[in-house]
């Protein structure tokens, strides 16, 4: 049984005084931290970075002028209350809004444990017309929340109504299952989405730090992986847990060995209530700079910040343009990862 109160993650945990006086509240995310990923966190170490992304504090409890519920947006690029549009060539669709367990740092945590529940009948057919409507949406993210609260039966239900509107529409699972509970993956929930093979889905997980990576969540991921369903990792950059250069690269290595491609790494959005989790930008891209030196490219993430006020998703790296070096001759001056520099002739001029 998962644990859901203070009082029973007292008896796993020696609570700190700082988590001892979190207070839920109506933005926070209910605390709930599965048997599986409670057995990985460190007893005696307060500051666990496993600990930190799924222990509630008081810290969660101040929020800055400059956070916001929604700085991305999403309420605005809503149609109904579970589409957004805000790329024109694709959709986030909020499948439900429970996860088995919810991270401190979660971003949606407007949305995120309010306890509505899975999508219903209307709102999946409404969904499907949406997508009927908007030929030009080629890619779904089913999001929430976690998609893999609802049972086989109810995904199935989904996936068939919007590959009924679209049968090219490429669908983005999203999920931190193989992180939370690996369990729950099994042969018949992999063999329900091979099923509906008109068109490739793709394994979104959220994996922030190298001890996630179990035998039991290698196990998860390979499933989708042996049937033909890719795995991108998404991480959030997050103080105290991955802020630093050699945690991201065992993260990312681990994860390509394991046939998890690592696609972004995330900035931390301005959500009220998370700016313990927040990384300077400069740090971030001292790290990115560093990262770079050392992954290959397949191992290497995009760092990228998804601007307030709606801005979207912009890369996060320095640039190794240092200027156009000679207009004329068309030759461009740059700087190597190294610190040294080079100019390249422009054969375009
Ligand atoms: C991030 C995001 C996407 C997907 O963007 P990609 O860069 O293609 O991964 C789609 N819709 C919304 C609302 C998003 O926030
Ligand atoms: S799994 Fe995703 S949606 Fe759920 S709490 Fe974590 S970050 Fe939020």
């Known amino acids: 049984m998962p644990v859901t109160s203070l009082k029973e993650l007292a008896q796993h945990l020696d609570l700190t005084q700082e988590e001892l006086s979190w207070k839920e509240s109506p933005v926070s995310v209910p605390l709930r ?103 030009e949406v080629r890619e779904m993210l089913l999001t929430g929340g976690d998609p893999l609260t609802l049972s086989d039966s109810r995904l199935d239900y989904m996936v068939t109504a919007f590959r009924k509107a679209n049968p090219r529409l490429i669908i983005r699972i999203c999920t931190r299952y193989p992180v939370s509970e690996p369990s729950r993956i099994d042969e018949n929930l992999i063999s329900m989405f091979r099923r509906h093979d008109s068109a490739p889905f793709y394994l979104l997980t959220q994996f922030n730090h190298p001890r996630e990576i179990t035998p039991e969540s290698i196990r998860a991921v390979s499933l989708f ?55 300077p930008l400069r740090r971030g891209l001292e790290i990115e700079k560093k990262l770079r030196r050392r992954l290959s490219g397949l191992a290497m993430p995009n760092y990228t910040a998804d601007l307030p006020d709606g801005g979207g998703k912009v890369p996060l790296c320095g640039s190794y343009i240092i200027r156009e070096a000679d207009k004329e001759k068309g030759s461009w001056l740059f700087r190597t990862p190294e610190g040294g520099t080079r100019e390249v002739q422009d054969p375009s001029v």
């Open 225 to 279: 992986v042996d049937a033909g369903i890719p795995a991108m990792n998404q991480s959030v950059l997050l103080r105290g847990v991955n802020d630093d250069p050699d945690t991201l690269e065992e993260l990312c290595n681990t994860l390509l060995f394991n046939r998890i491609k690592p696609y972004y790494l995330f900035q931390g959005d301005m959500v009220s209530g998370t700016s313990d989790f927040r990384v």
């Open 33 to 135: 931290i599965t048997d599986h990923y409670l057995s990985l966190i460190r007893k005696d170490d307060p500051s666990d970075p496993l600990r930190r992304q799924v222990v509630p504090t008081c810290r969660e409890n101040t929020s800055l002028v400059s956070e916001s519920e929604d700085p991305l947006h999403e309420v605005v690029h809503s149609h109904g209350s579970r589409i957004i549009h805000r790329y024109a060539n694709r959709i986030a669709f909020l499948s439900t809004d429970i996860c088995p367990m919810y991270c401190r740092h979660c971003f949606r945590r407007r949305f995120t444990g309010n306890m509505e529940g899975g999508a219903t009948d209307a709102e999946i057919l409404q969904c499907a017309s949406y997508i009927k409507d908007h030929p």
